[in-house]
């Protein structure tokens, strides 16, 4: 159930996005913020991450059962110059 609000609050969110919406975007941040803070502990810890790190678009493949989600700068890989 908590997982399904997310995916509900994301894709409202991504929307709110696309159209430019300020009201939906602060809403729904608001929303995920809440929720996160309420569920933390029940949440898959990858989801925390791209939660905590408003990496919205990760969630939404991660809640999609997506296997392939690209490493960002966080994930140590990818973004960092060899040295």
Do not use: W
Not at 40 to 50: C, I, K, T, Y
Request: with cysteine.
């Amino acid at each position: 159930m908590i997982e399904t609000n997310i995916k509900t609050s994301l894709t409202a969110l991504l929307e709110g996005i696309a159209q430019s919406d300020g009201g939906v975007i602060a809403t729904e941040m608001a929303r995920l913020d809440e929720i996160l803070e309420k569920a933390r502990s029940d949440l898959h810890p990858q989801l925390v991450h791209f939660l905590e790190r408003r990496s919205y678009a990760k969630a939404v493949m991660f809640l999609g059962g997506e296997s392939d989600i690209p490493v960002g700068i966080c994930g140590g890989r990818a973004g960092k110059e060899p040295s």
